[in-house]
């Protein structure tokens, strides 16, 4: 048999497992290496005292067919009989999409929709600034070399200012003028205020971009349940999965790799998957000296850190304003992008819109999760558990989510390193580190950190698939892999 070391257990790495393990199971012996104690990397789900967490907030919708039979093998949709949720815990839920921009202490469609709501919230005078920028968007065209410049082509001035600026430079830790505009051609594929203004003309019919989804689907118990119940399969078909592994080395000759060594183990392969970062995997080659130009390359390239507050709460201040009825008036939404500048707070994900069996007692609590954008060891990062999540509760005060008499019940705070690939600094210069990774015949690298791509759950599958066909079928050719999530029709608008 041919031995496999995929490094990673997120979905990714998980995927490539199983498909080697199901496609040639007595041909391939594979073990996964994970650096953390659980898996499913950013998409894992986290149980403090019964109430769970989705670490970045998931929706299951790809336009890949082989990504949703993928999905519907591992965790068959509800039914109205035998495999439905009140007596089968492994199902997806079909689930509303609802998200909103909160800004102003108001709430805004997410997308920008151009409704009677909108241009009162915006009110007279931002209204005539946003129709006037954007009537000097479509006449004077900027150059795009700036994700700035990207949104203003396609928004005009104003509503760049009003729904983009600040959450972006919260997100990154950098200014939109200081950052590539391969980022906005990334995450806002076909959305534009013309693409807002066909979809309100539309009278209700569903657009084809993706950003503007109505529905999708979700595990019952969190999207870490899929990969728990792929992990399953993945050992049952004889592959290994070691928790706590982290490599400190790659160890190489030859143009091959030969092993990894993890946590004092050397584990040798006859092929690896790589879904760490590109930063690490080429500061732990070992064996013959990395170009000083790779070295700069891969040192360069930038991250962003993450860090989830979950607080179970009493009551939001918040009311439900909406047609939408939810139990006991919550608002209905999933995320809440938080546009006010005045808190560093980027993100609100409600759990129990997005499953009422993420919340222990979903009817009398609210189980929230607050997204922080940092640095590893910053300030933010390095507060304690309990300064984290009275820092996150202030400031849902400070803008109105909750008031004096909402009571915090319990709180969680989970850390994930370099969930955010970015797209400045040596970003530019990746083609010459693929070059350079390309020579050692052996190795594929997939997935969001394997890539540096800010991909969605579904497309980390498919570099996967990708993988895994070129191993079978003996090719060494990775643009395939590497062309996933670079098409320009569509995308899903926001992190998976």
Not at 132 to 158: H, P, Q, T, V, W
Not at 239 to 262: L, M
Request: proline content about 4%; aromatic content about 10%.
């Amino acid at each position: 048999m041919k031995r496999v070391v995929i490094i990673g257990a997120g979905p990714a790495g998980i995927t490539a497992g199983l498909e080697l393990k199901r496609k040639a199971a007595d041909e391939y012996a594979v073990t996964i290496l994970e650096k953390e104690n659980r898996i499913g990397g950013i998409s894992a789900t986290v149980d403090h005292n019964g109430n769970l967490m989705d670490l970045g907030g998931h929706r299951f919708f790809s336009k890949e067919p082989s990504v949703n039979d993928w999905w519907q093998g591992i965790l068959p949709m509800q039914d109205s009989d035998a495999n439905s949720p009140e007596k089968n815990d492994r199902v997806m839920l079909l689930r509303r999409r609802v998200s909103r921009i909160y800004c102003f202490n108001k709430f805004f469609d997410y997308p920008v929709t151009l409704n009677t709501q909108t241009l009162k919230n915006l009110g007279f005078v931002r209204t005539l600034r946003a129709g006037a920028g954007y009537m000097k968007a479509l006449a004077f065209k900027k150059d795009e070399d700036s994700l700035e410049n990207f949104y203003i082509n396609r928004f005009g001035k104003e509503l760049y200012s009003t729904f983009f600026e600040s959450y972006t430079e919260k997100l990154w830790g950098r200014h939109p003028r200081n950052i590539s505009a391969d980022w906005g051609a990334q995450r806002v594929k076909g959305i534009s205020v013309t693409e807002v203004l066909k979809n309100a003309l539309s009278k209700g019919k569903r657009s084809n971009e993706t950003s503007l989804i109505e529905e999708f689907k979700y595990p019952k118990l969190g999207p870490g349940q899929l990969w728990s119940v792929a992990a399953e399969e993945f050992k049952d078909l004889g592959g290994e999965i070691i928790t706590g592994a982290s490599v400190s080395s790659v160890n190489v000759a030859d143009n091959r790799i030969v092993s990894v060594t993890a946590d004092g183990k050397d584990y040798p392969a006859d092929i690896f998957i790589s879904t760490m970062p590109l930063k690490e995997l080429v500061g732990e080659i070992s064996g013959e000296a990395v170009p000083d130009n790779i070295k700069r390359i891969a040192e360069g390239l930038p991250y962003r850190d993450f860090v989830t507050v979950g607080v179970l709460l009493n009551k939001l201040a918040i009311k439900n304003e909406t047609k939408l009825s939810e139990p006991g008036g919550l608002v209905p939404d999933c995320w809440i992008y938080v546009q006010d500048k005045a808190v560093k707070l980027g993100r609100i994900q409600v759990f129990n819109n997005w499953s009422p069996y993420l919340v222990k007692e979903p009817d009398k609590t609210v189980w929230l999760g607050l997204e922080y954008f940092c640095d590893e060891n910053d300030s933010f990062w390095n507060l304690s558990e309990k300064e984290c999540a009275l820092y996150a509760v202030n400031e849902l005060r400070k803008i109105g989510i909750i008031d004096e008499n909402t009571e915090l019940l319990d709180y969680h705070r989970e850390r994930v390193r370099k969930a955010y690939p970015a797209y400045f600094d040596t970003y530019a210069s990746l083609p010459e580190l693929w070059k350079y990774l390309d020579t050692y015949e052996n190795l594929f690298c997939i997935g969001r950190n394997g890539l540096h791509r800010y991909n969605n759950m579904d497309h980390s599958m498919l570099t996967a698939f990708y993988a895994v066909d070129a191993i079978l079928s003996g090719s060494a050719d990775r643009e395939k892999i590497r062309s996933v999530n670079t098409e320009k029709e569509y995308h899903e608008e926001k992190r998976s």
